[in-house]
C-alpha cells in the first residue's frame, strides 16, 4: 500500500516540476475531459485523497473550492500542508486495516458498506486515472508528460543474491 501511495507522491512532484514551464493560461485553461484542466486536476487529486484519509479517520471532510487554490503555488502549498496527515496514516497502515467497515453514506439514503483496504486502492487509483488525463493534456500544451512508469523510481529495492 506504501509503496504506491509514494509512487503517487512521487510522480505528484514531477507533475509540479513539468507545470513550472507552462503558462499559467494554460494551466487554468478548461479542458474536455477530467476535473476542468490541469490546475484544477492537481488540486482535485490532493482534495480527494486528504477527504477520503480523513473519513476513513471519521474526520470532518475538506470544504475548500479550487477559487482559493488557483495557481501552481498555492496547490503545492495545499498538498504540502495536507500531506503529512495523509502520509503519517499510510505509514501506519497495517493489513489488520484491509477489512476495516467503511460505512458510507449515499444520496439516496442508503449506505454502502466498503472495506478500508478498498477505499486505500480507490485513492490510488483515483490519482493515476487523473495523471493519465494530464498525460493528454500535456501533448495538447506542446510537452512531454510525465513519464508515469513505476519501473526506475527506486520504490523497492532489490535484494541482491550472493
Same mark, same amino acid.
Given at each position: 500500500m506504501q509503496i504506491m501511495f509514494r509512487y503517487n507522491w512521487l510522480v505528484r512532484e514531477e507533475w509540479y516540476r513539468w507545470c513550472e514551464d507552462v503558462p499559467e493560461e494554460e494551466l487554468l485553461r478548461i479542458r474536455t475531459g477530467g476535473v476542468r484542466g490541469i490546475l484544477h486536476?492537481?488540486? #482535485? $487529486? @490532493?482534495?480527494? *485523497?486528504?477527504?477520503? =484519509?480523513?473519513?476513513?479517520?471519521?474526520?470532518?471532510?475538506?470544504?475548500?473550492?479550487?477559487?482559493?487554490?488557483?495557481?501552481?503555488?498555492?496547490?503545492?502549498?495545499?498538498?504540502?500542508?495536507?500531506?503529512?496527515?495523509?502520509?503519517?496514516?499510510?505509514?501506519?497502515?497495517?493489513?489488520?486495516?484491509?477489512?476495516?467497515?467503511?460505512?458510507?453514506?449515499?444520496?439516496?439514503?442508503?449506505?454502502?458498506?466498503?472495506?478500508?483496504?478498498?477505499?486505500?486502492? #480507490? $485513492? @490510488?487509483?483515483? *490519482?493515476?486515472?487523473? =495523471?493519465?488525463?494530464l498525460s493528454v493534456w500535456a501533448r495538447e500544451v506542446g510537452k512531454n508528460p510525465v513519464s508515469a512508469n513505476v519501473i526506475g523510481k527506486d520504490l523497492i529495492k532489490p535484494q541482491l543474491l550472493r
Amino acid at each position: 500500500m506504501q509503496i504506491m501511495f509514494r509512487y503517487n507522491w512521487l510522480v505528484r512532484e514531477e507533475w509540479y516540476r513539468w507545470c513550472e514551464d507552462v503558462p499559467e493560461e494554460e494551466l487554468l485553461r478548461i479542458r474536455t475531459g477530467g476535473v476542468r484542466g490541469i490546475l484544477h486536476t492537481l488540486f #482535485h $487529486i @490532493i482534495d480527494v *485523497e486528504w477527504s477520503w =484519509i480523513r473519513s476513513l479517520q471519521g474526520k470532518l471532510d475538506f470544504q475548500e473550492s479550487f477559487e482559493s487554490y488557483s495557481s501552481l503555488e498555492k496547490v503545492r502549498n495545499l498538498d504540502a500542508a495536507l500531506r503529512p496527515e495523509v502520509q503519517a496514516f499510510v505509514h501506519s497502515w497495517d493489513v489488520g486495516m484491509e477489512t476495516c467497515p467503511f460505512y458510507d453514506p449515499q444520496p439516496d439514503g442508503k449506505v454502502a458498506v466498503d472495506a478500508w483496504g478498498e477505499v486505500m486502492r #480507490h $485513492i @490510488i487509483a483515483h *490519482e493515476i486515472h487523473h =495523471i493519465g488525463q494530464l498525460s493528454v493534456w500535456a501533448r495538447e500544451v506542446g510537452k512531454n508528460p510525465v513519464s508515469a512508469n513505476v519501473i526506475g523510481k527506486d520504490l523497492i529495492k532489490p535484494q541482491l543474491l550472493r
